[in-house]
């Protein structure tokens, strides 16, 4: 259970890194990315294993992963609009 939990908050980190990477224009924030992340992660890895059970290291993972780009997912807004000068 230790490495699965470990695994899913490292999943959850890798999305919300590369969500930022790609994404950052259309993200309210960096740190409610970076805490979105691993947590929807970690609820995603526990609630597959509860489905699940125990011993299935890379359905577990794939879970959290589903859970966590679900939820990174609904913080990505329209982009941020630019503001144009006029040259008068």
Do not use: D, K, N, Y
């Amino acid at each position: 259970m230790l490495w699965e939990t470990l695994g899913s908050v490292l999943v959850g980190l890798a999305a919300a890194c590369a969500c930022l990477r790609w994404l950052h224009r259309r993200l309210p924030s960096s740190r409610l990315v970076l805490v979105t992340g691993p947590t929807a992660a970690l609820f995603g890895g526990l609630l597959t294993r509860t489905v699940i059970g125990p011993g299935q290291l890379l359905t577990v993972l794939f879970g959290a992963l589903a859970v966590a780009a679900a939820l990174l997912s609904l913080l990505v807004g329209p982009p941020a609009a630019q503001v144009r000068r006029s040259a008068v």
